[in-house]
């Protein structure tokens, strides 16, 4: 555990969250590392997105301490996080719509989509060179001229996607980023996904469908009514009947 907490490049020690009576997130501790994909599990109300609210700043904890690169950012905003290169998806995806394929993806790439932005010509060419490239990977090359509105539901899972990546932020924290793909879709996803994770980007997903979290996880943490309550290989979280029956709703925890 040790070793793990070091390569860690972010951990969450004993966070508590509580909204009136209600303790959504209880004292959880967990260490994400790169080059694996940690998806989160458990039953509706489990805690899953609380986690993320509070990873990404959106919520304050109660107590414990988020570290990140070795220092707590307990305490920053949502876009100070972001900036230090953790970026997030949303199960609502929030694109801007009446926006381009092509503008939605160029307005992530802050501080080099500044209009005023020193570089000229030059660097904007290197803007859109890059631009070209994450739509191709993800299949939205011609789209780009296309609204985020009038975009399939799968090609718009995409382009949040293609948002992320254009963010080169080191953590995505994915919420249900494969649910609703087609085969095909999810194959891309997948090796769109594993690639990325292969470069060092530090994955942590919130799944519900257990054949998407068997294909996609390389470590399970389980989670239930706030409270870690497992942590480790999908194989042997998944066989294990205590979790299973607390998934599926056959006895309380």
């Known amino acids: 555990m040790k070793q793990e907490n070091e390569d860690a490049l972010l951990r969450i020690s004993g966070l508590t969250k509580s909204f009136g009576g209600l303790r959504v997130t209880d004292d959880v501790s967990l260490a994400l590392r790169p080059g694996i994909v940690t ?14 609210n509070l990873m990404t700043g959106h919520l ?6 988020i570290i990140w690169n070795g220092k707590s950012i307990v305490g920053k905003s949502h876009y100070q996080i972001g900036r230090l290169g953790v970026a997030r998806t949303f199960q609502d995806l929030r694109l801007f719509n009446h926006m381009t394929v092509e503008e939605n993806v160029l307005t992530v790439m802050e501080p080099s989509s500044w209009i005023w932005q020193q570089g000229g010509s030059t660097a904007r060419k290197a803007r859109m060179e890059r631009v070209r490239d994450i739509l191709e990977r993800t299949g939205l090359s011609d789209k780009a ?15 949040s996607m293609a948002r992320i990546m254009a963010s080169d932020a080191k953590m995505w924290l994915l919420d249900e980023p ?43 943490a389980f989670l239930d009514q706030g409270r870690l309550l497992a942590d480790g290989d999908p194989a042997h979280v998944l066989k294990d009947p205590h979790l299973a029956a607390i998934y599926f709703g056959d006895q309380p925890a």
């Open 39 to 52: 998806t989160l599990v458990g039953p509706n109300g489990a805690g899953k997105t609380t986690l993320f």
């Open 60 to 65: 304050a904890p109660d107590s414990g301490d």
């Open 145 to 159: 001229a296309t609204r985020a509105v009038d975009l399939a539901y799968a090609e718009r899972k995409f382009l």
């Open 178 to 220: 494969a649910s609703g793909l087609d085969r095909g879709s999810y194959e891309l996803f997948l090796d769109l996904l594993r690639t990325e994770v292969s470069k060092g980007v530090t994955v942590c997903i919130i799944e519900h469908n257990l054949d998407i979290v068997i294909g996609i996880s390389d470590r399970i």
